[in-house]
């Protein structure tokens, strides 16, 4: 699915506190139309980045970069509307979990309906018969009645399908899952991530699946990046994750369950030696 076309273009991304303390440090990669993982634990910077690519980051953090780019263009001086314009109709996000992302006081297809009125000259039963299209598209049952539902009426899955709906009525080219099945349970994860893919070849889009997880996004991925206390630390091929020699990418890799390995003691990371070795304090 890659192509020559650049969804995201970074350089030497920085992301500080407003008091000075580093939290992205030096970030660089590039993506064009294809499937990124973009890889590390709690704190290491992966969300803030995501943030960051969606002008969502707050007020008391500050990104600085000598390239910064969605789709050729420069995002760290645009304006609330010129966001506006962006979000939503070239690039969309899927956040972590529905119950705070969906508003409980919104019907389901007026908030799948919500980035159609906003970017999108159409009447109200084309708007209409769009959502319950989408719906149907991401897998969700009775369409025509699911939209009048309230977003306490599903199950985590299905919330995390009217999220993808929400994302995707527009048809960008850049969708940025931020550690989209965190809430599911294990059995949903997997149907989720395939969902997400499968959309996500059908429409020829760029994907940057943010996580922590490296073995369940593999298969999702053609490219991993890992990163650990704010840098990156690794790139590779997803292919190859089986055989990476990085120190922290082989150890994320070694520790994946199997039946194989129970009673056998996990490795453990030497992390003193690591943070000697990349700098990190």
Same mark, same amino acid.
């Given at each position: 699915?890659q ?10 991304l ?5 008091? /000075? ?13 294809? &499937? ?35 789709l050729g ?5 645009l ?12 690039v ?6 529905? !119950? ?20 999108? !000259?159409?009447?109200r ?9 989408? =719906? ?5 049952? @009775?369409?025509?009645?699911? &939209? ?7 199950? /985590? ?12 009525? @527009?048809n960008?080219?850049?969708l ?5 099945t965190?809430? =599911? ?13 499968? =959309?996500v ?7 940057l ?13 053609? &490219?991993?990046l890992?990163?650990?206390? /704010? ?9 190859e ?20 390995k129970?009673?056998?003691? =996990? ?12 700098? @990190?304090?």
């Amino acid at each position: 699915m890659q192509n020559n076309q650049t969804l995201i273009d970074i350089d030497n991304l920085n992301i500080c506190l407003d008091n /000075g303390h580093p939290l992205v440090k030096d970030l660089s990669f590039s993506m064009g139309k294809e &499937r990124v993982a973009l890889v590390g634990e709690s704190g290491s910077g992966k969300s803030l980045t995501a943030r960051t690519l969606m002008g969502l980051l707050t007020s008391a953090c500050i990104p600085s970069a000598n390239k910064l780019e969605l789709l050729g263009q420069p995002i760290l001086s645009l304006s609330q509307k010129q966001w506006c314009q962006l979000r939503g109709q070239d690039v969309a996000m899927v956040l972590q979990d529905p !119950k705070y992302a969906l508003n409980p006081a919104r019907t389901i297809g007026m908030q799948v309906e919500e980035p159609l009125k906003l970017h999108r !000259k159409m009447g109200r039963k084309e708007r209409i018969e769009k959502v319950e299209y989408m =719906l149907n598209a991401v897998g969700l049952p @009775n369409p025509s009645t699911l &939209r009048r539902w309230y977003p306490h009426q599903l199950s /985590g899955g299905m919330g995390q399908r009217v999220m993808l709906a929400i994302a995707l009525i @527009n048809n960008p080219k850049l969708l940025i899952a931020d550690e989209p099945t965190s809430a =599911l349970d294990h059995a949903m994860r997997d149907q989720v991530l395939e969902l997400i893919y499968s =959309l996500v070849e059908e429409r020829d889009m760029g994907l940057l699946l943010i996580s922590h997880d490296l073995q369940q996004v593999a298969q999702y991925s053609e &490219r991993v990046l890992v990163m650990y206390q /704010g840098q990156l630390l690794d790139q590779l091929p997803a292919n190859e994750l089986a055989n990476a020699t990085h120190p922290y990418t082989k150890t994320l890799w070694s520790c994946q369950p199997h039946i194989d390995k129970r009673g056998a003691p =996990l490795p453990v990371l030497d992390r003193q030696a690591l943070e000697e070795r990349y700098g @990190n304090s």
